[in-house]
């Protein structure tokens, strides 16, 4: 599986979120060398708060003015910080007065975070902020065993473009930034207002509002809880609710659980699948996102077809244009910076060559079987990257490949434990925890990384 000549090449990393930040330097570890594009002036991607919201707050109007983060001002990590962080670099409380040391910390302590990471592994060199990439092309066919794509970006004054040849793109745009909406029978003749998560920041507006809030996402929960403190009403409905009547969390007088919306009506009212109907003012859909790769022009080789990226070989890969064209951090319910991680130590290493790929065909078979296995248990297509079951034996099968360590059983155990933890106690789960054993563990091994 391992050869000794390795190979450095030209990669273009789109992207200064977690991911491409973490692909820089396991890239440049392997002796590639990296250039970082990033359209913001700031790395960290879904991490950096922003108050401004889109043009169109429900994110659809394709001429709106674009925010790429969906970050809200409550926000806490759904996460403890000892399994969110990177495997090699702990996320720790660097100073406890000035910092946020919980551990569930706010959005902003992920953010120092990610600048301490860059900081460390002196990643800022590797960056060209406010560059946006604008086209990502191959070059002539006969160029393309050694890899080589046309690379257009456009710079701050968003006027000149300019135009460079990369062996190989890694692709780390995020995919919490282009709205899912639900659709709702009837929602053309309906008055009200519509919003996606997305576009929320604080409950003010909401004050005083009926709003029925869509989805059951880790959003969903924060959101509605947060707009229940000032809101007339709070009606969450989702599809995992079946109960034939609305039932109320306890410890709230005016948020109410309902199974999906069946129909919008002209008077402004909703109807539920559970019968009971609710004069309306706002609706916050909180149903994810879209994958979306505006710049990549692959002559249709690779395409999201109801949110599946493919064909793609362990869902980086895709087979035709291995190892020169390569996705990090699509899969969704995973703890997404370690995975990353591992995804970009195995591309960087394969594009060195001391990691060897299958052939094409044996990817696209194992991608064909992968996507019958998914259809024969009746899985939709946008559940493709959906790694809820099965995330650290990906990781770990990565981590064989790479090879290092595979994950460790202390963030197994703890991610399992706040998983169980969220759903017995979703308002107080993050400040309080029984994993103290694994908690020991964790900083017991975290030592290795201190100096
Ligand atoms: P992003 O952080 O989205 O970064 C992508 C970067 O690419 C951005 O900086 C963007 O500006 C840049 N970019 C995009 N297009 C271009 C282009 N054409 N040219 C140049 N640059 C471009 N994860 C956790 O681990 N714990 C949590 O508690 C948690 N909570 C979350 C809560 C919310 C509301 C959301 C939306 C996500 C949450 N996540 C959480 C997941 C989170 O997205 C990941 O942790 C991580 O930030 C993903 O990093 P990324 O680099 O893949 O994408």
């Not at 959005?107 to 960056?127: G, N």
């Not at 403190?229 to 306890?250: D, L, Q, Y």
């Not at 249709?300 to 890969?317: K, S």
């Not at 094409?360 to 899985?379: C, D, I, R, T």
Request: charged letters at 25%; glycine letters at 6%.
């Amino acid at each position: 599986m391992q050869s000794q000549i390795t190979t450095s090449y030209k990669v273009a990393v789109i992207g200064a979120g977690a991911a491409g930040l973490v692909a820089a330097r396991e890239l440049r570890r392997e002796g590639h060398q990296v250039v970082v594009f990033e359209r913001n002036s700031t790395i960290g991607g879904t991490w950096v708060y922003d108050t401004a919201t889109e043009s169109d707050p429900l994110g659809v109007d394709p001429s709106r003015t674009i925010v790429h983060t969906s970050l809200y001002d409550s926000l806490r990590t759904n996460l403890p910080r000892e399994v969110m962080g990177f495997l090699d670099y702990p996320f720790l409380p660097k100073d406890v007065k000035q910092r946020d040391s919980r551990r569930f910390p706010g959005h902003r302590e992920v953010l120092h975070y990610l600048e301490d990471f860059m900081s460390e592994f002196e990643l800022t060199e590797l960056i060209r902020f406010e560059t946006q990439v604008i086209h990502v092309g191959l070059l002539k066919e006969e160029e393309q065993q050694v890899g080589k794509w046309l690379v257009r970006s456009r710079g701050k004054d968003r006027i000149v473009e300019d135009d460079e040849v990369y062996n190989a793109v890694v692709v780390c745009n995020g995919h919490y930034s282009v709205p899912r909406v639900a659709e709702i029978p009837g929602i053309g003749v309906w008055p009200g207002k519509q919003i996606h998560s997305h576009n929320y920041r604080v409950p003010d507006p909401f004050c005083k509002k009926v709003v029925v809030l869509i989805g059951s996402s880790a959003s969903a929960c924060d959101i509605s809880r947060d707009i229940a403190k000032v809101a007339k009403e709070v009606h969450v409905a989702s599809r995992s609710i079946t109960s034939e009547t609305p039932t109320k969390p306890v410890g709230y007088n005016n948020l109410w659980m309902h199974s999906m919306i069946k129909s919008a009506h002209d008077d402004g009212t909703l109807v539920f699948q559970d019968g009971s109907s609710v004069l309306v003012d706002v609706i916050l859909h909180c149903t994810g996102y879209k994958y979306d790769f505006p710049f990549l022009e692959t002559a249709n080789i690779v395409t999201v077809d109801d949110n599946r990226v493919g064909p793609l070989y362990e869902h980086v890969f895709p087979p035709s244009l291995a190892p020169w064209l390569s996705f990090i951090g699509l899969p969704w319910k995973v703890v997404p910076f370690p995975l990353c991680e591992l995804q970009s130590k195995w591309v960087a290493g394969i594009l060195s060559g001391r990691i060897s790929l299958p052939s094409q065909e044996e990817m696209m078979s194992n991608v064909e079987a992968f996507y019958a296995k998914l259809e024969a248990a009746g899985m939709p297509k946008r559940y493709t990257h959906n790694m809820a079951s099965y995330q650290f034996e990906y990781d770990d099968w990565l981590a064989a490949r790479c090879p290092c360590a595979p994950i460790e059983e202390w963030r197994k155990q703890m991610y399992a434990a706040t998983s169980k933890n969220k759903v017995i106690q979703p308002e107080t789960y993050r400040d309080e925890w029984e994993d103290h054993n694994w908690l020991l563990q964790a900083h017991k091994d975290f030592h290795q990384y201190m100096s």
